[in-house]
Nanobody
Framework: QVQLVESGGGLVQPGGSLRLSCAASGSILRPNSMGWYRQAPGKQRELVASATTGGKTNYADSAKGRFTISRDNAKTTVYLQMNSLQPEDTAVYYC?????????WGQGTQVTVSS
């Protein structure tokens, strides 16, 4: 099993920044991809960004140019630096770890962008 612990959500004004972190522990198989998804009220969960153990990254169009995903050297922690946040970025953000056998999810962290 894999456990994912997220941190870094909160309330921020439009144009502000937040950094989300997600630490993975347990039986982490490689290769894998770690990433962030988000779900706004009444909407489906959507990919925001992901990064593989091989260094490949993928971004939703809405995240390109504003968000940056990165992983630590041990490849057990993933970060999401979010800049120029807008009200439409308000959602619960979920950390995900995907390997060849399973998908694991964090508990979610709320990001609210409001003045």
């Amino acid at each position: 099993q894999v456990q994912l612990v997220e941190s870094g959500g909160g309330l921020v004004q439009p144009g502000g920044s937040l950094r989300l972190s997600c630490a993975a522990s347990g039986s982490i198989l490689r290769p894998n991809s770690m990433g962030w998804y988000r779900q706004a009220p009444g909407k489906q969960r959507e990919l925001v960004a992901s990064a593989t153990t091989g260094g490949k990254t993928n971004y939703a169009d809405s995240a390109k140019g504003r968000f940056t995903i990165s992983r630590d050297n041990a490849k057990t922690t993933v970060y999401l630096q979010m800049n120029s946040l807008q009200p439409e970025d308000t959602a619960v953000y979920y950390c995900n770890l995907h390997n060849l056998l399973n998908d694991f999810w964090g508990q979610g962290t709320q990001v609210t962008v409001s003045s």
